[in-house]
């Protein structure tokens, strides 16, 4: 930076933001598109040995360099389950499910949504034949489509988890989470093997749970 450069610098600083988020990024660059952008759930048959190393190889780095007890990965759409059940049978996984309404809401407000292209050129592959009619019948409803997608990955969700065993499973609801945040995180940590100590009770702390907010797709 110049001298006159340092001296507005301090109006256009930027700020670093820390928290949870997909890495579809990292996937797609680090192991497979295949990961961020296949139009179905992937299975223990899309384990090639090829995507199982790198997978492998993309995770034991991670977690190395993290050195935690417990590595977290927040993945949303696709379970991807079946196949990352496959490459690592001891993972265990947790499903936090959200009211289809206000998934809904959700989506049809975001830019990288690709329903407004209609089911025939979208993300997620055709529409099975009664969720195709359930769209005509709604008028090619984007609002349905939005709908019948969530139906889609709840369909999926749960061949996954009979495929991947309860033992492994932990199935939460969102709005149970937000109205009762702290019986519902103490589940999770224990599914996880994990302890409440003092100092994730200190963090925990710092974040508001609006039970308000599992109604606002009514409002919009």
Same mark, same amino acid.
């Given at each position: 930076?110049?001298?006159?450069?340092?001296?507005?610098?301090?109006?256009?600083?930027?700020?670093?933001?820390?928290?949870?988020?997909?890495?579809?990024?990292?996937?797609?660059?680090?192991?497979?598109?295949?990961?961020?952008?296949?139009?179905?759930?992937?299975?223990?048959?899309?384990?090639?040995?090829?995507?199982?190393?790198?997978?492998?190889?993309?995770?034991?780095?991670?977690?190395?360099?993290?050195?935690?007890?417990?590595?977290?990965?927040?993945?949303?759409?696709?379970?991807?389950?079946?196949?990352?059940?496959?490459?690592?049978?001891?993972?265990?996984?947790?499903?936090?499910?959200?009211?289809?309404?206000?998934?809904?809401?959700?989506?049809?407000?975001?830019?990288?949504?690709?329903?407004?292209?209609?089911?025939?050129?979208?993300?997620?592959?055709?529409?099975?034949?009664?969720?195709?009619?359930?769209?005509?019948?709604?008028?090619?409803?984007?609002?349905?489509? +939005? #709908? /019948?997608? !969530?139906?889609?990955?709840? *369909?999926?969700?749960?061949?996954?988890?009979?495929? %991947?065993?309860?033992? @492994?499973?932990?199935?939460?609801?969102?709005?149970?989470?937000?109205?009762?945040?702290?019986?519902?995180?103490?589940?999770?940590?224990?599914? +996880? #093997? /994990?302890? !409440?100590?003092?100092?994730? *009770?200190?963090?925990?702390?710092?974040?508001?749970? %609006?039970?308000?907010? @599992?109604?606002?797709?009514?409002?919009?």
């Amino acid at each position: 930076l110049t001298q006159r450069d340092h001296r507005i610098a301090p109006l256009v600083a930027l700020r670093l933001r820390f928290g949870p988020s997909e890495p579809y990024e990292l996937f797609s660059r680090h192991v497979s598109v295949l990961l961020s952008e296949s139009n179905r759930d992937l299975t223990a048959d899309d384990a090639t040995p090829w995507l199982r190393e790198r997978l492998t190889r993309f995770f034991d780095r991670r977690v190395a360099s993290q050195g935690k007890q417990v590595f977290l990965c927040k993945l949303s759409g696709w379970p991807r389950a079946r196949l990352l059940h496959e490459v690592f049978p001891d993972a265990r996984f947790v499903h936090v499910i959200r009211d289809g309404r206000a998934v809904a809401e959700s989506m049809l407000s975001r830019p990288w949504w690709t329903g407004f292209r209609g089911p025939e050129k979208w993300a997620y592959g055709p529409l099975p034949d009664d969720y195709k009619k359930l769209w005509e019948a709604h008028g090619r409803s984007y609002i349905a489509l +939005a #709908g /019948l997608q !969530w139906m889609l990955m709840m *369909d999926a969700f749960d061949v996954a988890r009979a495929e %991947v065993g309860d033992e @492994r499973w932990l199935e939460v609801r969102f709005e149970d989470l937000v109205a009762a945040p702290r019986t519902g995180f103490a589940e999770i940590l224990r599914f +996880a #093997g /994990l302890a !409440w100590t003092t100092r994730f *009770d200190g963090a925990f702390s710092k974040y508001r749970f %609006v039970p308000a907010r @599992r109604d606002e797709y009514r409002e919009t």
